[in-house]
DNA sequence: AGATACGTTCGGGATAATCGAAACGTACTT
DNA sequence: AAGTACGTTTCGATTATCCCGAACGTATCT
């Protein structure tokens, strides 16, 4: 590839930052370096590629692989006439917004669900339950709106988004 | 508090909820029973409070209930004459936006960081990195357009976000 | 000063995550 | 059929994480 020993330390920088962001998402270190790795080749790469490249194994390699696609971050491309699987780093920016918004949507879902079950059940419970669910419907209001957001958010592209809201008066 | 075995198995719906939710994003359980266990109550809860009602240590607590405050999800109220830390939760919609928005600004201007630097970096490296150079710039403009989306989000309220979007033409 | 009631920090033991080697399944080739 | 080149799964060892009890520091009382 490009054995410039100077070049090389550049690439750390983002690898160094996938690994970083990884973590904080709770993922480990493999799935970052996979990442970065990904990223900064010019061409697809197999399980074996990445092996080499990363020195971790291929059973680790092949794990994290399928995570990476399964969070929309990396890209199985099929080859005709190949059995390897190559992959890709998603570098579309409407996926790579859709992958930046996932995890808030899992969250406001999941809570919004959770919420709605309470209320359900809370209603048809004798104690006096007034102030917690007053405090229930407020969170569930919030979660909602957040939802609806969410939604509309991924209807525009970056751009689109930014240039309404610029033009927007508080 | 409240006794009532429905109401309690109403709860749980909430506590589960936040417990997979701090999964999804790396934390540890007591994280997720403890923000759920702080939601349902109806007054700010001591340290003491929560280990009774968590059932985790008093160590476990006070080292979670931190990163809690860390992450802007529990809020510390001091009362005047008392040496307790009472925690509420924080309900208010545009603290809570912010929370859910900090995760993505974070991952933004850290993949961004590492993009400016590994761009400078490559600048004075002799190998030919073109191809490389100008994916790392397109990703750039992502990141950047992100950055600077997330900043415009945070200047509006939930509902002025849905009402300019929704009124907006595709 | 001593006692008390806090929050916090510090080991250590249990528990879970991670990773590599090897086995496995499968499609294609010889 | 045997061989090959893949991706995947399994298993065990290493490693990191989680959580508790105990010790600690520090105000505020008595």
Redesign the pocket.
Same mark, same amino acid.
């Given at each position: 590839m490009s054995p410039d020993p100077t070049c090389e330390s550049a690439k750390r920088h983002i690898i160094d930052a996938c690994v970083q962001s990884a973590k904080i998402k *709770? /993922? &480990?270190?493999?799935?970052g370096v996979l990442r970065g790795t990904l990223f900064l080749s010019e061409e697809p790469l @197999? !399980?074996?590629d990445l092996s080499r490249t990363t *020195? /971790? @194994?291929? @059973?680790?390699?092949? !794990? &994290?692989? &399928?995570l990476l696609e399964n969070l929309g971050i990396a890209q199985r491309v099929v080859i005709p *006439?190949d059995?390897? @699987?190559?992959y890709v780093a998603v570098s579309d920016p409407n996926s790579m917004k859709a992958v930046l918004l996932t995890n808030i949507k899992k969250e406001a879902q999941l809570i919004l669900n959770a919420l709605e079950q309470t209320e359900r059940d809370l209603g048809s419970c004798g104690a006096n339950t007034e102030k917690i669910q007053s405090k229930i419907a407020a969170m569930r209001h919030f979660y909602k709106q957040t939802d609806e957001l969410l939604r509309l958010i991924s209807r525009f592209t970056t751009e689109e988004l930014i240039d309404l809201l610029s033009k927007a008066k508080i």
């Open positions: *709770g /993922y &480990n270190d493999a799935c @197999s !399980l074996d *020195g /971790y @194994s291929k @059973s680790t390699v092949c !794990l &994290n692989m &399928n *006439g059995k390897r @699987s190559w």
